[in-house]
């Protein structure tokens, strides 16, 4: 299947994502899985030489749908592709008018979501597909550098959600029991977070956003990470950590937390059942090892293979209502 992902224009950031190895779980994967190519619209002179065009609908690239549909005859077999994989929360930023999300979506052929909630908000034939990972790649690498006499836990945060409270009091209660606790907080941009005065006292370090290689040596020399995400999202994070055997501590949000780690998560607002389940995880045992080989075996459900065949469901099932 030739395959290609529309953008406006390639952006630094993409090129980074595209560059680094592993790769990141996310959007580009597809790239990977079908050996497709990221165009730029202004660079393309005829979108029908592609079987699949994909074009994710974040909010400057909603503007391209039906730039992109013009191209695209409904009468041409080149299928155009609309996903959504921003946290629902979140869409409240967007200043868009619901009436003109649900116009822009009409003008796909099919579209599909990351995970069941935001899902729900798209069109109401839209599939429920996660975005893929290089669950091969991680594996192979592997997690030798945990200490388990090191008491160095982490803590992640999303400049989307911009809330490290919770998570801070968590590790306060947790503390109590242990006090040679030592916490980091990653991927922390201080902008935007109500709490940046206490972020000093309320973490012992702060790691800023980095290279995804740099970011998985980092969480690699934890205990644990707790991912105490309180919007829905599919969660690659913890989709990582289970390929690469680093507990993971989090939320009955997160779609990969509860296909991952079942009995690791909890409502985010729990603090209680957060500290209880650190606390089990910091004593160790055949439990914990039994919840590390079960996300180790589950997180293959997003691997190439499985993700690539969910595609071609939709794309099958999108040829045939079309040529009814």
């Excluded at 099919?110 to 935001?118: I, L, M, R, S």
Aim: hydrophobic content about 35%; glycine content about 4%.
């Amino acid at each position: 299947m030739k395959y290609a992902q529309c953008v406006f224009k390639i952006a630094p950031s993409m090129k980074m994502a595209l560059d680094e190895v592993p790769r990141r779980g996310g959007l580009y994967n597809w790239l990977w899985v079908f050996k497709g190519e990221l165009v730029p619209f202004n660079m393309v002179d005829d979108f029908e030489k592609y079987d699949v065009v994909q074009i994710n609908c974040s909010p400057v690239d909603q503007l391209l749908v039906r730039e992109v549909r013009n191209k695209i005859p409904k009468s041409s077999s080149t299928l155009l592709v609309l996903n959504n994989d921003y946290v629902c929360e979140a869409w409240d930023t967007w200043g868009a008018h619901p009436m003109q999300y649900e116009q822009v979506l009409e003008y796909g052929d099919c579209v599909f979501g990351t995970e069941p909630h935001q899902t729900s908000c798209l069109r109401d034939d839209a599939y429920v597909i996660p975005h893929p990972h290089w669950i091969k790649m991680l594996k192979h690498i592997g997690n030798d550098d945990l200490d388990e006499d090191d008491f160095k836990v982490a803590a992640m945060y999303h400049w989307w959600e911009k809330k490290s409270y919770t998570m801070s009091l968590a590790f306060l209660k947790l503390r109590k029991k242990y006090p040679k606790l030592y916490t980091r907080l990653f991927s922390y941009i201080p902008n935007g977070d109500p709490n940046t005065r206490w972020q000093k006292v309320m973490f012992d370090e702060h790691i800023n956003p980095s290279s995804y290689p740099e970011f998985i040596r980092g969480l690699m020399n934890n205990r644990f990470l707790l991912e105490n995400c309180s919007y829905h999202t599919y969660g690659r994070t913890s989709v990582d950590t289970a390929a690469l055997r680093i507990p993971t501590v989090g939320t009955d949000r997160v779609f990969s937390m509860k296909h991952c780690w079942k009995n690791m998560c909890c409502d985010p607002f729990n603090v209680k059942k957060l500290v209880s389940i650190m606390d089990k995880v910091l004593k160790g045992g055949s439990w914990l090892d039994q919840q590390i080989d079960y996300a180790y075996n589950a997180c293959e459900y997003f691997n190439y293979k499985n993700s690539k065949e969910r595609y071609m469901v939709m794309i099958e099932e999108t040829r045939k209502r079309l040529k009814k």
